[in-house]
């Protein structure tokens, strides 16, 4: 298969270098530097700042471009991809994508919206490597319109990239339950370096509870800011039921209650079980 | 020297495996398995039931018991140390400890409070290994009552032990940072488990960031009771804080408010790169 990787960041270069030993892989980026990288490093067979270029011959297409990037991206290019290519992405939110590039999409070319639940607090393709996938999770987000055929290869492409889990939910499912186990956990490690008002030496008293719960902190604004504001009904609703969760504990602790502390806990470590079952 | 390490379980273990080759090392535990398993495996030299039938030979005692349990044990054997000896404990709170115990603490014994700022999601002596310690966080709160001798006696031990920062503080400011950098964090795992409504098969849609930040949810409950009642009116205050803050991401989303989103999450990169500053 001959292979587009647009936007050759972080991610990109992670499918990059997850696909170059069984396919053609074209990088597509508008930096000179992070192409002749990759091709030095045989991430990429070829790169073109030119999408152009290379559009027309590619079978599939992998934009891993910012969440807002990809209509433009899609809208600009409409003409130049090849008759009946399968396009997919990355993007960590889903519903409006879905509805925005459905609209304006040639016909005979199939999206299958997709989003690899895995990345690193670095960026670019130097910081990319084959393990970010390895394990992970695979969300498809099927839309009446893909051909089965198209999502089969993209699943079977998620295996081929080390992600372990494929599953298949609508683009509001997947906004609703991403907005808690991603885009809540990115607020939560940014609120508690927030809280952080330095009255001590902090790092003289942190454990690995603490680095655990901040490393995430160390965020991509622009990127986080778009996947903030592009799922934003779902992301106030988890914040709420968090903070009612805190206020419980707050409660709890005020009230000298542990009966009810010990059965937040207990919820908690019960919840975690199910999560952990195979 | 001769060291007696009150409660074999996960820290006391750790202490027990990283001075076992420069000191005679007694374990004393009311769990007879636990003190035979050590002593197979050579993790103490000896192990005891009876405090009584060793604490007189120790010239340095280590606590590691649950919080409040270590006033119990001092007072019942206050008579059974020996002259002069050192004690010390591993607690995560500190203020109404010191205060407790110097009250009942016989006048030749010197208690140099201390807190390895270090732990598992395990317990018992069989998860113990050496490096839980590494390049830790081990803070000494001492006391006018405490010979300068024996907090530096207690300060190279911690050397010893594997931590690679010492630092000082008093019990009060202690207990503060550390509601903030230990009992909040956890506080935060337990609530954001807590707040999955299992409407999806969670585990299909988790990257690191959820795996990272509800790791530390798995607890021993008994344990962190004790930690967040015996800390609860600077835990309360830090749970408001990072309810503030929360609630400042909350109010940026739901105005849109990009300049804000992107103002606080440049906050907390700034904090986090003072914290990762050497």
Known sequence: MIVGIVGLGLIGGTYARNLIDNHTVYGIDINAKSLSYAEKNRIIDKGFENPKEILSKCDLVIICLYPNQILDFVTEYNAFFKTNAILTDAAGIKEKLVEEIENVLRDDLDFIFAHPVAGRETVGVKNSYKGIFKNGNYVITPTPRNKISNINLVEELALELGFKKVSKITAKEHD???????????????????????????????????????????????????????????????????????????????????????????????????????
């Open 176 to 278: 609703e339950i991403i907005s808690y186990t991603s885009q809540l956990t990115h607020i939560i490690a940014l609120a508690l370096v927030n809280s952080d008002d330095f009255k001590y030496n902090t790092k003289l008293f942190i454990g690995d509870s603490y680095k655990d719960l901040t490393r995430i902190a160390n965020i991509n604004t622009k990127l986080w800011g778009e996947l903030f504001f592009g799922n934003k009904e779902n992301l106030v609703n988890k914040v709420d039921l968090l903070i009612d969760n805190l206020t419980k504990y707050r409660k709890s602790l005020e009230n000298d209650d542990i009966d009810k502390l010990e059965a937040l806990m207990e919820d908690a470590k019960e919840k975690l079980g199910r999560l952990n079952e195979s």
